[in-house]
Nanobody, 126 residues
Framework: VQLQASGGGLVQSGGSLRLSCAAS????????MGWFRQAPGKEREFVAA????????YYADSVKGRFTISRDGAKNTVYLQMSGLKPEDTAAYYC????????????????????WGQGTLVTVSS
């Protein structure tokens, strides 16, 4: 599977962005999908994930209530809607697919994810 992330950009604090992750090769419902981010000088960290079933979503505490992960099967795309953005959200954002995930869960660590898209940069100005 190939993943193509897009939608990053420069936004003011408090603003919104929607990131997209378009998948090719297999349906996104074949995987648990996750979003991770990496700020300069920091380790990659979990942001959000959605289970294969699409029924269960998971969020890092730092983004809970501000970010929403969703998917569109018809477009074979996973989204990360980000609102209430803060300067500390500035990072390169990566989408990833876990092919071995169960139907109803998704993991919140990077290691189990098998496929990764290229990063899309989000910069939040204060």
């Amino acid at each position: 599977v190939q993943l193509q992330a897009s939608g990053g950009g420069l936004v003011q604090s408090g603003g919104s962005l929607r990131l997209s992750c378009a998948a090719s090769g297999r349906a996104v419902s074949s995987y648990a999908m996750g979003w991770f981010r990496q700020a300069p000088g920091k380790e990659r960290e979990f942001v959000a994930a959605i289970s294969r079933s699409g029924y269960n979503t998971y969020y890092a505490d730092s983004v809970k209530g501000r970010f929403t992960i969703s998917r569109d099967g018809a477009k074979n795309t996973v989204y990360l809607q980000m609102s209430g953005l803060k300067p500390e959200d500035t990072a390169a954002y990566y989408c990833a697919a876990d092919v071995r995930a169960s139907t109803i869960t998704a993991v919140t660590t990077a290691d189990p994810y098998d496929y990764w898209g290229q990063g899309t940069l989000v910069t939040v100005s204060s």
